[in-house]
Structure formats: structure tokens, C-alpha cells
């Protein structure tokens, strides 16, 4: 866009207006303003800040803390909970328990308080978390307290300029179609910001509530085994406290915390890219494990809703383990100490893009199993669509729910718990971790998986390879012919399959990213023959990669 204008002007003028915010109405009056004066660049930021307003995605709604409708900011936030009041309403639940929560992001305190305070004002019986704790932490208390909805200020792994809102309903879950566009149009028809009631009417939950939580985490190990060292980090989130808490309570009392990323600061300055996923993000963690020759290595994400795992290898050296290969650990480990009187018809679940390796573990423990499309609101509605059944479930992308019973979302929390009950298992038998993936690998087949990725600048890049994708798809992939299957319209999802090989592609749902998916299995006759069907499949996986980002170019 080269100039300004009317529409957008007024459309920039009737936002300033009805902003409740004087820090944020200055901040987009300076745009604005420099805009007016014909500067292109704020032209264009002005579009941008007014394209529209944030959507509930894979994981709610998440955008950068700035001024504008298409931003996190106070107005916002305000509007979106007047939306939802109107819809808990409509649904016949008005005047019922919602919980509010915060991480320690930029803006995190101001949207909480807003949030519940519209809530409050709009006769809600609100409940706010004490002080800024971990996700998992809110959405056990939605199922404590039998609340009507949940919300947890949080943009989880995202960059440091972005912020939050992460919905939960009353099941415990995060809210799924068609609840999320129905109160996204009840937003529409919200009134300005400025207009929305709010009071300070709200009850805020004492330390019990937490303790409440550490109880039930630390009832989850079977195992006897406490003897390990463990590292940990909360990449300057709010999860060490609770970490370390939930660990020593459970028995693991020789825990380690990455000191330079334990206290919570939005600027999260060790790390690019707050994600245990992004290289360079565990470096400052595995360099200390293996300084203090630790046993596991635990890396959490700044919400505490995810798990990444760190092991020893052979040869000495320290690597983070992938989401799919912690998937399978805890599945196996769950299942393997699972109460079949409580549960006997268990179900395990993954997402369609992890590995499917946990549907042969669930065939051999007999089991149902089921893969569902990406992100935890469809894992805690495996199955029947209620999830009725589940013991455990994981998504590649290092979430795991060990204990649905309790927290319907992914908890990185609970799940480190039990990667350390098997760790501290294995290591009294003079077994790890990898052992443990090598049983699995001879077992099962051997099942590498990888994942390849495209950061755009351009949202519509990522139409147009998905596009071209479907009118060109490919015939054959690591030189096996595979055949392509298209998900629409359920999900915007393309997959490749053919003998040992499936690749599947999608559009990220929290960030400006396409992301394919890889998968290469490889029968293993035996163990003596392991290492060399590993060094095999890891060429094919390696070629497989290449040719995948070639396409993606």
C-alpha cells in the first residue's frame, strides 16, 4: 500500500477512540500520524495493525502486544471477553466459575485483569490464579473447580513481542469449532472497548490451589526408583517453581535448574527463540548436564505445557530427544503400569503429523488408538470425540498429556515427572532412556521422523505452495512411489504415503510457517542388525529432508 487511506484512516480513528488504553491510543496515533505525513512504511504498518482482528487458531488467539484490531492489547482482550460472556450466556451458562490466569509475558498482568474484570462485571464467579504459574496449572483448576471456562493469558513458545489467550471451556479442553467462530461472532457485536463494563469483583485463589495440582502430579509415578540427577530449565518462563516443587515432591530431590533461565523475563534474553524445539535453545541446558554429569535433561517451554527431553548418548554427547521418540517413551511407560480396572478400555492418541509408532504400541498392549488432526483441542477428543477412555496423548511438537483424568491439555510438568519415574527405573536396572528406544526400534520397526520448515514473510507464500502442491503433487518420494491424500476440507493438510515413507505438510497454526512432516520405517530383524538398518534409514530420512524442502522452495 503507497498511501492512506479514508477507509483506513477512519477505521485507525474509530479504534483510537474507543481504546480504553493511553498508552496504546498514543502508540497507534504515532503511526497513524506518521502515515498522514506520507511515510510508506507506516502506511503499511497501519494496514497491517488494522487487516482485521486475531482468530482462535491452533492454540487460541496469539498476535504481537501492539496497538491496533489485528494485535494483543487491552482493547482486544476486553472485546474478546465480552464476546465470550455473551456466548457462555447464550449456552446457558451464565453466572458460573471461570478462571483466569497469566504467564509473565509483556502486557500479561493488564490482560488478566481486564479479562476477568469483564467477567466479573458481566456476573461470573471469577477466580484468578495468585500470581503468574504455568498453563497446566489453570486448565486443573477449570476441572477443579467444575468452572464454566477457562483462560490463561500466554503466547506459550512464541517470540518475545507476542502475547495471548488461550480458552478453555468446561470440559477442561480448548475450545473447538463451532464454539470458536460462534464466539468470534459474538466479538464482532461486542461493543467498543471503552463501552465494555468491568469490575474488580473477582476472588483470587490462594496457594492451596497450586498445591492442589503438585498433589495430583506427584501421585502419577509407579515406580519405586528416586536415585537422579536432573537439569532443567524454564527458558525464562514460569514453569522452574512448579517444576522443581513437583519433582521434589514426587522424590526427585537432586534437580538442577539452568540458573541464567529460571526467573521469568519477557525479553527471554539467552535464547533466539523461546521454543525447546529452535536450535541453540537447549545449548545453555545440555552444556550444564553435561557439566554435573546429570542423568536427564528437562527443558520446558515458557508456559510449562511442553516437554523436551535431553539424554547422554554412548559417545558421551548430549542431544535433545524429538517429541516422537519422548511420545513413544511414555506411551510404552504408561501403558506398561496402566491400572486395566480403572481403565479397561484405554485409549492412547496421537496427532496425524507424529510418528505412528504409538499405534503399534498400542495394537501389541491391546489398546484402541486413534490419530487425530494437530493441536491438543483434538487430542482431548480422541475417540468418540469426547476422548472417553484416554490415558495418554502427544502431539511431535513436544506436548504430552499423561493424565487427562486431570489437566485435558498438554502439561509439561506431569510428563517430566514421569520421564524421570522411567529414567530413575531404567537406571536401576543399568538401562537409559535410548536403551529403551532401541527395545522399541527392535520390537516395532524402527521409526525416524523429522521435521522441515518454511518461515515466510508472506502469508500468501504459504497459499500458494499448499496450491501448488495439490495441482502438482509429487509421484514418488525417496524413490518410492507414494500416492497423496488431501484432508480438506476437515483440515488444510496434504499427505504422502508410500512402503516406509510418508510425508505430510501443512500450514502452522501459530506461526508464519508451512511445515512438512516426515516419517521413513524400517523393519529390524534383531538387535545386532539395529545399527546398521539406524545408519540405512537415516540416509533415506536425510535425502527424503532435501527433497521435501526442494519443494517447499
Same mark, same amino acid.
Given at each position: 500500500?503507497?498511501?492512506?487511506?479514508?477507509?483506513?484512516?477512519?477505521?485507525?480513528?474509530?479504534?483510537?477512540?474507543?481504546?480504553?488504553?493511553?498508552?496504546?491510543?498514543?502508540?497507534?496515533?504515532?503511526?497513524?500520524?506518521?502515515?498522514?505525513?506520507?511515510?510508506?512504511?507506516?502506511?503499511?504498518?497501519?494496514?497491517?495493525?488494522?487487516?482485521?482482528?486475531?482468530?482462535?487458531?491452533?492454540?487460541?488467539?496469539?498476535?504481537?502486544?501492539?496497538?491496533?484490531?489485528?494485535?494483543?492489547?487491552?482493547?482486544?482482550?476486553?472485546?474478546?471477553?465480552?464476546?465470550?460472556?455473551?456466548?457462555?450466556?447464550?449456552?446457558?451458562?451464565?453466572?458460573?466459575?471461570?478462571?483466569?490466569? $497469566?504467564?509473565? @509475558?509483556?502486557?500479561?498482568? !493488564?490482560?488478566?485483569?481486564?479479562? &476477568? +474484570?469483564? =467477567? #466479573?462485571? %458481566?456476573?461470573?464467579?471469577?477466580?484468578?490464579?495468585?500470581?503468574?504459574?504455568?498453563?497446566?496449572?489453570?486448565?486443573?483448576?477449570?476441572?477443579?473447580?467444575?468452572?464454566?471456562?477457562?483462560?490463561?493469558?500466554?503466547?506459550?513458545?512464541?517470540?518475545?513481542?507476542?502475547?495471548?489467550?488461550?480458552?478453555?471451556?468446561?470440559?477442561?479442553?480448548?475450545?473447538?469449532?463451532?464454539?470458536?467462530?460462534?464466539?468470534?461472532?459474538?466479538?464482532?457485536?461486542?461493543?467498543?472497548?471503552?463501552?465494555?463494563?468491568?469490575?474488580?469483583?473477582?476472588?483470587?485463589?490462594?496457594?492451596?490451589?497450586?498445591?492442589?495440582?503438585?498433589?495430583?502430579?506427584?501421585?502419577?509415578?509407579?515406580?519405586?526408583? $528416586?536415585?537422579? @540427577?536432573?537439569?532443567?530449565? !524454564?527458558?525464562?518462563?514460569?514453569? &522452574? +517453581?512448579? =517444576? #522443581?516443587? %513437583?519433582?521434589?515432591?514426587?522424590?526427585?530431590?537432586?534437580?538442577?535448574?539452568?540458573?541464567?533461565?529460571?526467573?521469568?523475563?519477557?525479553?527471554?534474553?539467552?535464547?533466539?527463540?523461546?521454543?525447546?524445539?529452535?536450535?541453540?535453545?537447549?545449548?545453555?541446558?545440555?552444556?550444564?548436564?553435561?557439566?554435573?554429569?546429570?542423568?536427564?535433561?528437562?527443558?520446558?517451554?515458557?508456559?510449562?505445557?511442553?516437554?523436551?527431553?535431553?539424554?547422554?548418548?554412548?559417545?558421551?554427547?548430549?542431544?535433545?530427544?524429538?517429541?516422537?521418540?519422548?511420545?513413544?517413551?511414555?506411551?510404552?511407560?504408561?501403558?506398561?503400569?496402566?491400572?486395566?480396572?480403572?481403565?479397561?478400555?484405554?485409549?492412547?492418541?496421537?496427532?496425524?503429523?507424529?510418528?505412528?509408532?504409538?499405534?503399534?504400541?498400542?495394537? &501389541?498392549?491391546?489398546?484402541?488408538?486413534?490419530?487425530?488432526?494437530?493441536?491438543?483441542?483434538?487430542?482431548?477428543?480422541?475417540?468418540?470425540?469426547?476422548?472417553?477412555?484416554?490415558?495418554?496423548?502427544?502431539?511431535?511438537?513436544?506436548?504430552?498429556?499423561?493424565?487427562?483424568?486431570?489437566?485435558?491439555?498438554?502439561?509439561?510438568?506431569?510428563?517430566?515427572?514421569?520421564?524421570?519415574?522411567?529414567?530413575?527405573?531404567?537406571?536401576?536396572?543399568?538401562?537409559?532412556?535410548?536403551?529403551?528406544?532401541?527395545?522399541?526400534?527392535?520390537?516395532?520397526?524402527?521409526?525416524?521422523?523429522?521435521?522441515?520448515?518454511?518461515?515466510?514473510?508472506?502469508?500468501?507464500?504459504?497459499?500458494?505452495?499448499?496450491?501448488?502442491?495439490?495441482?502438482?503433487?509429487?509421484?514418488?518420494?525417496?524413490?518410492?512411489?507414494?500416492?497423496?491424500?488431501?484432508?480438506?476440507?476437515?483440515?488444510?493438510?496434504?499427505?504422502?504415503?508410500?512402503?516406509?515413507?510418508?510425508?505430510?505438510?501443512?500450514?502452522?497454526?501459530?506461526?508464519?510457517?508451512?511445515?512438512?512432516?516426515?516419517?521413513?520405517?524400517?523393519?529390524?530383524?534383531?538387535?545386532?542388525?539395529?545399527?546398521?538398518?539406524?545408519?540405512?534409514?537415516?540416509?533415506?530420512?536425510?535425502?527424503?529432508?532435501?527433497?521435501?524442502?526442494?519443494?517447499?522452495?
Amino acid at each position: 500500500m503507497t498511501r492512506l487511506t479514508s477507509d483506513l484512516r477512519d477505521r485507525a480513528f474509530r479504534w483510537i477512540a474507543d481504546d480504553p488504553d493511553p498508552d496504546t491510543k498514543l502508540e497507534l496515533q504515532k503511526v497513524v500520524a506518521a502515515a498522514m505525513g506520507g511515510d510508506p512504511a507506516a502506511v503499511d504498518e497501519v494496514a497491517d495493525r488494522m487487516a482485521g482482528t486475531l482468530e482462535f487458531g491452533t492454540a487460541g488467539l496469539r498476535g504481537p502486544v501492539r496497538a491496533g484490531s489485528n494485535g494483543m492489547n487491552r482493547a482486544v482482550v476486553i472485546r474478546t471477553t465480552a464476546g465470550l460472556a455473551q456466548w457462555l450466556k447464550a449456552q446457558g451458562r451464565g453466572s458460573g466459575i471461570v478462571i483466569v490466569g $497469566r504467564d509473565a @509475558r509483556r502486557g500479561s498482568e !493488564a490482560f488478566y485483569a481486564d479479562a &476477568a +474484570g469483564v =467477567l #466479573a462485571a %458481566a456476573g461470573f464467579d471469577v477466580r484468578v490464579l495468585p500470581r503468574p504459574l504455568p498453563t497446566p496449572v489453570l486448565a486443573f483448576a477449570v476441572r477443579k473447580f467444575g468452572a464454566v471456562a477457562g483462560i490463561q493469558i500466554t503466547a506459550s513458545h512464541n517470540p518475545p513481542a507476542d502475547n495471548g489467550y488461550k480458552l478453555y471451556l468446561d470440559s477442561g479442553a480448548q475450545i473447538v469449532p463451532p464454539a470458536d467462530r460462534e464466539i468470534e461472532a459474538a466479538v464482532t457485536v461486542s461493543p467498543p472497548a471503552v463501552s465494555v463494563p468491568r469490575s474488580d469483583s473477582w476472588t483470587t485463589l490462594g496457594e492451596d490451589v497450586l498445591q492442589a495440582y503438585l498433589d495430583r502430579v506427584s501421585s502419577l509415578p509407579h515406580g519405586t526408583a $528416586r536415585e537422579l @540427577r536432573v537439569v532443567a530449565t !524454564a527458558l525464562h518462563g514460569v514453569g &522452574a +517453581g512448579t =517444576l #522443581a516443587l %513437583a519433582l521434589n515432591q514426587a522424590g526427585f530431590v537432586d534437580v538442577r535448574m539452568v540458573s541464567e533461565q529460571a526467573q521469568p523475563d519477557p525479553d527471554f534474553p539467552t535464547v533466539p527463540f523461546p521454543n525447546p524445539e529452535e536450535p541453540g535453545a537447549t545449548d545453555l541446558l545440555l552444556a550444564k548436564a553435561a557439566e554435573v554429569e546429570a542423568d536427564v535433561a528437562i527443558a520446558l517451554d515458557p508456559d510449562a505445557d511442553r516437554c523436551a527431553v535431553g539424554v547422554r548418548g554412548a559417545d558421551g554427547a548430549w542431544r535433545m530427544l524429538l517429541g516422537d521418540e519422548t511420545g513413544a517413551l511414555l506411551g510404552v511407560h504408561i501403558l506398561s503400569t496402566l491400572d486395566r480396572v480403572m481403565h479397561p478400555d484405554a485409549l492412547v492418541a496421537n496427532t496425524i503429523v507424529s510418528s505412528s509408532l504409538l499405534k503399534s504400541i498400542a495394537s &501389541a498392549a491391546n489398546v484402541r488408538y486413534d490419530a487425530t488432526l494437530t493441536g491438543f483441542k483434538w487430542l482431548m477428543r480422541a475417540g468418540d470425540g469426547n476422548g472417553t477412555g484416554l490415558v495418554y496423548a502427544y502431539e511431535e511438537a513436544l506436548g504430552h498429556c499423561v493424565d487427562p483424568d486431570s489437566v485435558r491439555d498438554k502439561d509439561g510438568i506431569s510428563a517430566a515427572v514421569l520421564v524421570c519415574d522411567l529414567a530413575a527405573t531404567l537406571r536401576a536396572a543399568g538401562r537409559t532412556l535410548l536403551d529403551a528406544l532401541d527395545d522399541l526400534a527392535v520390537t516395532h520397526g524402527l521409526h525416524l521422523t523429522r521435521q522441515v520448515s518454511l518461515r515466510v514473510t508472506d502469508l500468501a507464500r504459504i497459499g500458494k505452495l499448499m496450491s501448488d502442491l495439490r495441482v502438482d503433487p509429487p509421484a514418488e518420494l525417496a524413490g518410492v512411489p507414494v500416492t497423496s491424500e488431501d484432508l480438506l476440507p476437515a483440515a488444510d493438510v496434504l499427505r504422502f504415503s508410500g512402503e516406509g515413507v510418508r510425508v505430510i505438510v501443512r500450514p502452522s497454526g501459530t506461526e508464519p510457517k508451512i511445515k512438512a512432516y516426515l516419517e521413513i520405517v524400517e523393519p529390524v530383524a534383531n538387535r545386532s542388525t539395529l545399527a546398521d538398518v539406524r545408519a540405512r534409514a537415516t540416509g533415506s530420512l536425510d535425502a527424503l529432508a532435501d527433497e521435501v524442502a526442494g519443494l517447499l522452495r
